[in-house]
């Protein structure tokens, strides 16, 4: 009798490691995670704010991020060939209308990503290496001009002007004059 309990209490933990070992392997398949999501380290906005939410960085992100900086790279370059053939050189513009680019390439980068990566360091990064390729601005003056958007209401117009570019670029695959870049530069600046 005992022999036949000690039997039975085996075959049931060996059912249910089995039963663990599926479910294991079905959440892995479905909801898989990356090491930076696992070992966030606080950032300096973090450590001020003792119960501040880490920021999600899903597994998808890592993937997402080639295909937002092919669309990126082929949108501001239309955009300065736009801007080339109506006159404006972001060259020899004046650095400001450098400032009103970068601003605008946020603002379609805020509308290309995940809701969950619009306004993080992460994509600010992203643009300011953009347009440190695309315009004379450096990437630090670019971090500079996106950490202070919103002191800047023609910086805040052309974020605007980006975002609907991008949508609409996004479906028909061009940019309406009205949300170019060069029409949010020249209603907002003085060329």
């Known amino acids: 009798m005992i022999d036949g309990l000690v039997l039975l209490t085996e075959l049931s933990l060996g059912a249910l490691v089995i039963v663990l070992a599926f479910r294991v392997a079905t959440l892995a398949?479905?909801?898989?995670?990356?090491?930076?999501?696992?070992?966030?380290?606080?950032?300096?906005?973090?450590?001020?704010?003792p119960f501040a939410a880490?920021?999600?960085?899903?597994?998808?992100?890592?993937?997402?991020r080639t295909d937002l900086l092919t669309q990126l790279h082929i949108l501001i370059g239309l955009q300065e060939r736009d801007c080339r053939e109506q006159g404006l050189d972001w060259q020899t513009a004046p650095p400001e209308v450098?400032?009103?680019?970068?601003?605008?390439?946020?603002?379609?980068?805020?509308a290309l990503c995940e809701r969950s990566l619009r306004h993080t360091d992460t994509l600010y990064s992203?643009?300011?290496?953009?347009?440190?390729r695309k315009?004379?601005?450096?990437?630090?003056?670019?971090?500079?001009?996106?950490?202070?958007?919103?002191?800047?209401n023609a910086w805040l117009a052309c974020f605007r002007h980006?975002?609907?570019a991008a949508e609409h670029w996004r479906s028909h695959r061009f940019v309406p004059p009205p949300s170019s870049v060069y029409n949010a530069i020249v209603q907002n600046a003085f060329i």
């Not at 479905?30 to 300096?44: F, G, M, N």
């Not at 880490?54 to 997402?64: C, E, F, G, K, Y």
């Not at 992203?126 to 440190?132: C, D, E, G, P, W």
């Open 29 to 49: 398949r479905h909801e898989p995670l990356s090491l930076s999501a696992t070992c966030d380290v606080p950032t300096a906005a973090t450590a001020t704010m």
């Open 54 to 64: 880490p920021r999600p960085t899903p597994m998808r992100a890592a993937i997402d």
């Open 98 to 110: 450098s400032q009103f680019a970068v601003a605008w390439l946020n603002g379609a980068a805020c």
């Open 126 to 132: 992203l643009v300011a290496q953009i347009a440190s």
């Open 135 to 152: 315009t004379p601005v450096l990437q630090p003056e670019a971090l500079q001009t996106l950490a202070t958007l919103t002191r800047n």
């Open 162 to 164: 980006g975002m609907d």
